[in-house]
């Protein structure tokens, strides 16, 4: 008689509690990774605790508890339905204002969701954020990062989460402003978003048919764009569209900074460049030229479907890695394939090599101007 043997294969799942948090600016895409990992942990029997407000959450103890019907319907909303912040550091967080006294706060909020059964964390943010997620995975927390941003300068994964959707926001608001730059004849300077990186700028100049693009990896030379901007509009063209980062800068000079935050990860916050520019062509080639700055416009509202796509994907991909006790990985996306990589000791942004970039040359190829 033959025995067959049959071999049941039963997945166990060994943790049972894990949180999940999101930090530092908020971007489209982040509650369709809330509902990945909500969803799929739970058909794990896993339970999972949202951490409130980002870091400061984490180190206050603010929690929620979050089940399907706490995430049901979330990916198609902008924002992050658990809060973030993105100026606190857990290994350096002011404890005192009034002394400006400061102290790591990791082993206490540790020790803190270990008190209420949390195993691990997944978080999402960007590279101060999942600076600090590495300092918290060393120190005994298994953590998996997810990589977010709207400058989308992050080497863990390109496209970042987020970006696609501040393109599509800025080319919206391009466009828009185009009617009515055609009707008046103006010149307009769009300040966009990405900090140090050019790329928001680039994608989101280029698709909304920008005549000039400044981007911070090319100083400009203001009588190159004096020049294009009277040859455009003698051209007979009524308008001129100037998609500016907000961190370009002319040749010989420094960026235009709105404001230092003592406490963040990246302390600059940029702004300014569109009014100092706006006057500089106005002046220089006598045609009116106005400043629009799209601001936090580009990260709000509705995420398109690539960012709900990419969001729930790599929140897939975390709860996985994290289910099977694999951490200390910052989870992303490559040429479309998910990818893992360990949390960076230094930080590596994803810089935008002009000379290498197809949009670039495409944009060269068409004769748009980039200052130079
Ligand atoms: O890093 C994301 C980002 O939106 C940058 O593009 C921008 O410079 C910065 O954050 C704005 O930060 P805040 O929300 O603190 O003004």
């Given at each position: 008689?033959?025995?067959?043997?049959?071999?049941?294969?039963?997945?166990?799942?060994?943790?049972?509690?894990?949180?999940?948090?999101?930090?530092?600016?908020?971007?489209?895409?982040?509650?369709?990774?809330?509902?990945?990992?909500?969803?799929?942990?739970?058909?794990?029997?896993?339970?999972v605790?949202?951490?409130?407000?980002?870091?400061?959450?984490?180190?206050?103890?603010?929690?929620v508890?979050?089940?399907?019907?706490?995430?049901?319907?979330?990916?198609?909303?902008?924002?992050?339905?658990?809060?973030?912040?993105?100026?606190?550091?857990?290994?350096?967080y002011?404890?005192?204002?009034?002394?400006?006294?400061?102290?790591?706060?990791?082993?206490?909020?540790?020790?803190?969701?270990?008190?209420?059964?949390?195993e691990?964390?997944?978080?999402?943010?960007?590279?101060?954020?999942?600076?600090?997620?590495?300092?918290?995975?060393?120190?005994?927390?298994?953590?998996?990062g997810?990589?977010?941003?709207?400058?989308?300068?992050?080497?863990?994964?390109?496209?970042?989460?987020?970006?696609?959707?501040?393109?599509?926001?800025?080319?919206?608001?391009?466009?828009?402003?185009?009617?009515?730059?055609?009707?008046?004849?103006?010149?307009?300077?769009?300040?966009?978003?990405?900090?140090?990186?050019?790329?928001?700028?680039?994608?989101?100049?280029?698709?909304?048919?920008?005549?000039?693009?400044?981007?911070?990896?090319?100083?400009?030379?203001?009588?190159?764009?004096?020049?294009?901007?009277?040859?455009?509009?003698?051209?007979?063209?009524?308008?001129?569209?100037?998609?500016?980062?907000?961190?370009?800068?002319?040749?010989?000079?420094?960026?235009?900074?709105?404001?230092?935050?003592?406490?963040?990860?990246?302390?600059?916050?940029?702004?300014?460049?569109?009014?100092?520019?706006?006057?500089?062509?106005?002046?220089?080639?006598?045609?009116?030229?106005?400043?629009?700055?799209?601001?936090?416009?580009?990260?709000?509202?509705?995420?398109?479907?690539?960012?709900?796509?990419?969001?729930?994907?790599?929140?897939?991909?975390?709860?996985?890695?994290?289910?099977?006790?694999?951490?200390g990985?910052?989870?992303?996306?490559?040429?479309?394939?998910?990818?893992?990589?360990?949390?960076?000791?230094?930080?590596?942004?994803r810089?935008?090599?002009?000379?290498?970039?197809?949009?670039?040359?495409t944009?060269?190829?068409?004769?748009?101007?980039?200052?130079?």
């Open positions: 008689m033959i025995i067959l043997l049959k071999i049941i294969k039963v997945e166990v799942f060994s943790l049972k509690k894990i949180a999940i948090m999101t930090a530092g600016g908020d971007c489209a895409g982040l509650n369709s990774v809330i509902k990945a990992v909500v969803m799929a942990a739970i058909n794990r029997n896993m339970k605790v949202g951490i409130l407000d980002g870091y400061i959450g984490f180190v206050e103890g603010k929690y508890n979050l089940d399907k019907s706490s995430v049901y319907d979330i990916e198609t909303k902008g924002g992050t339905i658990l809060g973030s912040s993105n100026k606190e550091c857990p290994f350096h002011l404890v005192d204002k009034k002394k400006e006294k400061y102290e790591d706060m990791v082993k206490p909020s540790i020790e803190n969701l270990r008190k209420i059964g949390v691990g964390m997944i978080i999402i943010g960007g590279d101060g954020t999942l600076d600090s997620a590495r300092v918290i995975d060393e120190a005994g927390m298994p953590v998996v997810i990589p977010k941003t709207i400058d989308n300068d992050m080497s863990a994964s390109s496209p970042t989460i987020g970006f696609e959707t501040a393109v599509q926001n800025s080319v919206e608001a391009i466009r828009k402003l185009k009617t009515t730059a055609f009707s008046h004849r103006r010149v307009f300077v769009v300040e966009m978003m990405g900090r140090t990186s050019g790329y928001l700028t680039l994608y989101g100049g280029f698709a909304s048919g920008a005549d000039i693009i400044l981007l911070p990896e090319l100083d400009y030379d203001l009588d190159v764009v004096c020049n294009k901007v009277k040859e455009i509009m003698e051209s007979g063209k009524r308008y001129v569209i100037i998609a500016a980062s907000e961190a370009c800068k002319e040749k010989g000079k420094t960026e235009t900074v709105a404001r230092v935050l003592k406490d963040s990860f990246e302390q600059k916050r940029y702004g300014g460049i569109a009014e100092k520019l706006s006057k500089q062509i106005e002046e220089i080639t006598g045609y009116e030229t106005r400043p629009m700055v799209l601001g936090h416009l580009q990260r709000g509202g509705e995420p398109c479907t690539v960012d709900i796509l990419l969001g729930a994907r790599l929140g897939d991909y975390a709860i996985n890695l994290l289910s099977d006790e694999r951490h990985y910052i989870v992303g996306a490559k040429e479309n394939v998910l990818v893992k990589t360990r949390f960076p000791k230094i930080r590596e942004p810089v935008l090599d002009l000379e290498d970039n197809d949009i670039a040359r944009a060269r190829d068409m004769g748009i101007c980039f200052g130079v």
